[in-house]
């Protein structure tokens, strides 16, 4: 299952209606739709779900995959060390635009 579906899923734990929770987040609706629909999600985005949500686990919402959550095979990176300081700088370097963007 993709981060959207999940999203989708946790959203529908609480609220009847989209519109609920872009007013609680005081958002616009159509920004809220595009991330659930798969539009790359802001950090700021990320931390209100976590606030909302805070029963839910982060490595299940934001892998790919149900391995966590069903408890199919326990937890293990397919990259290397280097694979993730590389996916680590993309990630920081993204953080850091939001920031400058933010400012």
């Known amino acids: 299952m993709e981060f959207e579906e999940k999203l989708k899923q ?3 734990t609480k609220y009847s209606k989209l519109s609920d929770l872009a007013d609680k987040f005081d958002m616009n609706y159509s920004q809220l739709s595009q991330y659930v ?9 990320l931390t209100k779900i976590i606030h909302e949500f805070p ?3 982060l490595n299940w919402l934001l892998r790919s995959d149900d391995i966590l959550r069903e ?6 990176s397919p990259l290397n060390n280097k694979q ?3 996916k680590i700088e993309i990630l920081l370097a993204d953080l850091k635009n939001q920031i400058e963007e933010e400012k």
Do not use: Q
């Not at 408890?71 to 293990?76: C, D, E, F, N, V």
């Open 84 to 86: 993730i300081i590389d």
């Open 71 to 76: 408890g199919i095979a326990p937890y293990k």
């Open 10 to 12: 946790l959203i529908k």
């Open 55 to 57: 029963e839910v686990d």
């Open 37 to 45: 629909n798969g539009k790359k999600i802001s950090i700021n985005f």
